[in-house]
């Protein structure tokens, strides 16, 4: 550092000096905003994609359920309650109406309770405890 204090470059003055500190802070406010924009659609479509699977695996789980379900009640028709069907045909009629698009109106999580009401329903029909479960098992058991 030099001895001598430096004056400020000819053609500026003291004030243009200080309002340096507040026109760098507003250009970096508008390029982290700017990159921001770019990086949270990115970072948007990203958490959508996998709140989208983890929805699609747990009514696919609901599905696999209803398709047991009738499988058994194939092999052992006698031994399943009639009111027990009837409530699976009805969960099998809300797994196939959910939509399998991007619908901005859909209401999926709504659509995905009352799937999930029904299940407990048919669970408690048939006197099983059936639940998704979203937990991941231990790859390695001891």
């Known amino acids: 550092m030099s001895e001598h204090p430096t004056a400020p470059p000819p053609g500026q003055d003291l004030e243009s000096l200080c309002y340096l500190e507040t026109m760098f802070a507003e250009h970096g406010f508008e390029d982290g905003y700017r990159d921001g924009e770019t990086s949270g659609e990115l970072e948007g479509r990203i958490f959508g994609c996998e709140k989208a699977f983890d929805l699609g695996k747990e009514i696919g789980f609901y599905s696999g359920c209803v398709e047991t379900w009738q499988e058994l009640q194939s092999m052992f028709g006698d031994k399943v309650p009639s009111r027990a069907m009837k409530q699976i045909s ?24 009352k799937i999930k009401n029904k299940l407990k329903v048919v669970s408690s029909l048939l006197g099983v405890t059936q639940k998704y479960d ?9």
């Open 90 to 113: 009805n969960l099998n009629k809300l797994i196939e109406e959910f939509p399998a698009t991007n619908d901005h109106d859909a209401d999926l999580f709504g659509q995905r309770d």
């Open 134 to 142: 979203t937990k991941e098992a231990p790859k390695i058991t001891y």
